[in-house]
């Protein structure tokens, strides 16, 4: 079946002229029903011949002048039309150091909290899998949003669960960062996961340790490329640093055609190898299905299954989704999902990254020359809110490498259970898998060699079934189970439980991690750049229970096992369920 590279569409838009008005012209009319020539004598035929000629000429004139009047000032700069904006097309020091960036602190803080979320409007058994499977791994307990749909609004239609994700998750962590607590913190870390089909595998510190690894490699890839447009040091505008990651998808939607436009034509290309998937990579052949032709695609889009960030990073980037969503349901517009909100967020930043390369590459020692007329107009249009304080750097990236919590979908068998130890295993895996070349898995990762956590300290994580992608080599720190095709989803969420590497001693860890504490424990001790983070749980953990946030006081309110995991009128006790032992109750 013939197939085609993924193309680039250009997101020029023409402007409308506006209509012109006419009924200030005065035309000549016949006042009488004979005919016009009749009337005439030839000695006046010409004189009102001409005299109907010339408000023609004024009525086109006027067109004409409006039409070049109007294009000249909408193409041009806005500061030849904004009262104090500055008109040379040269930017100085003064005026690139004047653009808003994220400010960062000059001395971050090494005692860190980690906070976990989850977006949950009713309980059921899957969301009761997600979280437990989150306590099982020694995560923080999950803050539930948007229970009983607090924050769902007509206008959103469909997308009212989606939107609510961005907004109840703005909320709580405004809410948290205002609180003035002792406990909480601009460099705390916040991690938002879908929460119906999500299962955990690996610890928090495994996490904690690749969300800075990716955001090092980011910063890394970033310096090169600006070294390599020959952007120095001396440049008053600073590389963009990562803060913010979200997990990946190969399938770029929505797209401009949903009313979202994410823009993804301005994404940078995945830094993945180009011959990851064999010579089809990146190629997408003709298919009814939507999730198999993007199967051997390199994924650069966004998928939001997966949010982690600094709080205050991402309490800006969400203020930023929040303004579109305003702006968005003012005109009327259909919202398609929270995934779409982001997507447009990081298009915007990407546009304004391409704008400052395009500055930072003509710095001459004292002046940037900013060529309008060879940018992009997305960009132009990007450039010149810019230049009036718009803020669009939010340091948000992409977690290419499939190692946090990657989407299943286009990826349906890609990846299974194996012993890491076990290279026969591997190796047969991996051929079903269809992975071109040798297996990509070598070991044990480093950073699940040395885990801390006492009830994980002794698992050998060589002789257990991990959940591992054959392609990028990886073990994510959670399986999302979106692969939707053919019922895999609802087959998988409720058949694959039992293949969890921890599910034999489930009902122990589970036991074991509700005990009350007099302490939040340590969850990772990360090594920063010379300086030696600590990422603990928050003070409220000590009890040892999920909370709901509300906007309304008392904001997290704790909440129930039963209340969160058991669905009314479902037959099968969630015990039973979960644990599969029939030893009822947990001790705790």
């Given amino acids: 079946m013939a197939s085609s590279s993924i193309s680039h569409r250009s997101s020029s838009r023409m402007r409308r002229a506006p209509n012109a008005d006419p009924e200030d012209a005065s035309f000549p009319s016949a006042q009488s029903a004979r005919p016009f020539l009749a009337q005439l004598k030839p000695s006046w035929l010409i004189p009102r011949y001409l005299k109907s000629f010339r408000w023609i000429v004024i009525t086109l004139t006027f ?118 607590s002792d406990d909480v913190g601009e460099d705390d870390v916040a991690v938002l996961v879908d929460a119906y089909d999500m299962w955990f595998q690996l610890p928090p510190s495994v996490l904690l340790e690749r969300y800075h690894r990716l955001n090092s490699e980011a910063d890394a890839r970033i310096r090169k490329q600006w070294k390599d447009l020959g952007i120095g040091t001396d440049s008053p505008i600073s590389p963009p640093r990562q803060d913010i990651i979200v997990t990946t998808a190969k399938d770029c939607f929505p797209d401009s055609y949903s009313g979202s436009d994410p823009h993804y034509e301005h994404w940078p290309e995945s830094p993945m190898p180009k011959d990851m998937y064999g010579e089809d990579t990146d190629k997408v052949p003709w298919s009814f299905d939507p999730a198999r032709k993007y199967k051997k695609v390199r994924p650069r889009c966004v998928n939001s299954g997966l949010i982690m960030g600094s709080m205050g990073g991402l309490r800006d980037a969400l203020k ?11 005109k009327g517009r259909q919202l398609w999902s929270d995934q779409a909100l982001i997507g447009e967020v990081i298009g915007d930043q990407e546009i304004w990254r391409e704008w400052m390369r395009h500055l930072g590459s003509s710095w001459n020692g004292s002046a940037a020359f900013n060529d309008r007329n060879s940018l992009d107009r997305t960009v132009r249009d990007i450039a010149d809110a ?45 051929q079903k898998a269809g992975v071109p070349g040798d297996i990509r898995i070598h070991g044990i990762p480093s950073e699940l060699r040395n885990i801390k956590d006492k009830l994980l300290s002794s698992t050998n994580w060589g002789t257990i079934p991990l959940y591992t992608d054959f392609f990028f080599g990886t073990i994510p720190i959670a399986i999302h189970h979106n692969a939707y095709i053919n019922g ?65 006081k008392p904001n997290f309110t704790p909440i129930d096992w039963d209340a969160v995991c058991q669905k009314p009128g479902h037959a099968v006790k969630w015990l039973d369920e979960l644990f599969g032992d029939d030893k009822g109750p947990l001790a705790v």
């Avoid at 099982?136 to 989606?162: D, K, Q, T």
């Avoid at 948000?396 to 990846?415: H, K, Q, R, V, W």
């Avoid at 424990?521 to 509300?550: C, H, M, W």
């Fill in 386 to 430: 810019a230049l009036l304080g718009k803020r669009f750097e939010f340091g948000i990236g992409l977690d290419y490498n499939f190692t946090t919590a990657p989407p299943t979908c286009s990826s349906e068998e890609d990846g299974y259970f194996v012993n890491l130890s076990n290279e026969t295993n591997i190796r047969e895996e991996s």
């Fill in 320 to 330: 930023r989704s929040k303004e579109k969503i305003d702006t968005v349901a003012m």
């Fill in 488 to 552: 895999l989803k609802g087959f998988r969420l409720k058949n694959w439980w039992h293949k969890m590497w921890y599910y034999p001693h489930l009902r122990h860890l589970i036991t074991q991690r509700l005990q009350p504490t007099s302490s939040p424990p340590t969850l990772a001790e990360i090594d920063l750049n010379g300086d030696k983070i600590a990422y603990k749980s928050p003070q409220e953990d000590k009890l040892r229970k999920a909370r709901v946030f509300s906007p309304k």
């Fill in 63 to 180: 067109i004409l002048v409006s039409w070049i009047t109007y294009t000249g000032l909408f193409s041009q700069p806005l500061n030849h039309i904004l009262p104090g904006h500055h008109g040379s097309s040269t930017l100085t020091t003064n005026e690139l150091k004047a653009l808003a960036v994220p400010q960062r602190s000059s001395k971050p803080s090494t005692s860190r909290r980690m906070r976990l979320f989850m977006p949950a409007d009713s309980p059921h058994i899957n969301l009761c899998k997600t979280i437990m499977s989150a306590v099982a791994m020694g995560y923080p307990m999950p803050i539930l949003l948007n229970w009983n749909r607090e924050y769902n609004r007509p206008a959103w239609h469909f997308a009212g669960s989606h939107i609510a994700k961005l907004e109840s998750l703005l909320g709580a962590i405004e809410t948290l960062l205002e609180s003035k």
